[in-house]
């Protein structure tokens, strides 16, 4: 594209709604859903709300899914064809791990920003109960040796090689490839690294569990969240969940070590869902009469060294990416952490939130007022669908911001797989 085709100038990217199915445990009442039907539900929602059955409705709708089956290979367009949005809308997938939510969001408000295109939807979606099954790796090296053979004998040569132990499937693992080691046992390292405690994750836990219970209360959700499959509420919600509660369960990551501090309840289960957010240029919504919840105006990405890097000293921990990209981030904005009314952490352990808020205080950042920390709830208390937290929290925090009657600013902070994060920023005018 030569430089004559692009905008003269960037536009104002308008985050004008959000839908998603509540999430749920694995192997619980999504365990038969597909990625694509839970994302086509998400997606029908927010077509039905904001009315864009249309031709032409959307610009594109770009999502993805960390855990895919071989049928998911475009999963974004065969989930538009199967759902109310209009066939004649391109879409794409995309994937960074727990980022994916977000960096599809970034994605499509890029395109907007430039004038490539006035709406777009970003989303994601994934099932840890329907994960796919790879061929155990030797069968499928004998499989393949079979099927070059030029001759009936040489495929049954090769055939004979079949042992029952090749019958075993690979499952997919929650681990790190060049470590070996699970995320919650990389977490376990940060926690140590940083002096994180039991009783401090326990609050925090507890803390999301009840703010999340408000906020339906409220009816917060009501035009977030589209039931699917008999649920009206995320199934992880536990409203009478308290810290007392939460200590009597033992460790479940980090015993390798004395007084290990990670338990199932200040860690997110296996989950299942998806979500999905609209956005649009400002003169897009206006003409069809839709309010903007608020702003798209900053992100960015960074990655740390968990293998090779400081990860003892607790810098360059698998999930510690975020401590990186946000003071980045807030530099080339002008900002800092006092000018956030509302802060988002995406909640894959509660002792990686505190050590990235430890983090970011040690860069000079300052600290986060905790009532000011995930007031709807998190992660924790949510469950998450790996490829949908992003869209999640980005349609939270955008209704969040347009509730209040003054000009707000919500921080945006996701931590991801491999050692990356990807952060933004919300500003409601």
Known sequence: MSPQQLSPSVRRVAIVGGARIPFARSDSPYATASNQQMLTAALDGLVERHGLDGPGAVGEFVAGAVLKHSRDFNLARETVLGSKLHPSTPAYDIQQAC???????????????????????????DTASDAPLGVNDALRRILLEARRAKTPG???????????????????????P???????????????????????QDELAAASHQRLAAAYERGFFQDLVVPFRGLARDQNLR?????EKLAALKPVFGLDHPEPTMTAGNSTPLTDGAATVLLASEDWARERGLEPLAYLTAYETAAVDFVGGDVAGGEDGLLMAPAYAVPRMLERAGLGLDDFELVEIHEAFASQVLATLAAWEKRGLGTVDRARLNVAGSSLATGHPFAATGARIVATLAKLLSERDAPARGLIS??????QGVTAILERA
Request: charged share 15%.
């Open 414 to 419: 996701v931590c991801a797989a491999g050692g």
């Open 239 to 243: 409203p009478g969940s308290t810290a």
């Open 178 to 200: 060049r470590t070996g080691l699970s995320m919650g046992e990389h977490a376990a390292v940060t926690a140590r690294a940083w002096g994180i405690g039991r009783a401090a």
């Open 154 to 176: 040489g495929r049954l040569k090769a055939l004979a090689k079949v042992r029952p132990g090749h019958l075993v499937p690979d499952i997919p693992r929650n681990a790190e």
């Open 99 to 125: 980022g994916t939510g977000l960096q599809a969001v970034i994605a499509a408000a890029n395109k907007i920003a430039l004038g490539q295109t006035d709406s777009a939807i970003a989303g994601g979606a």
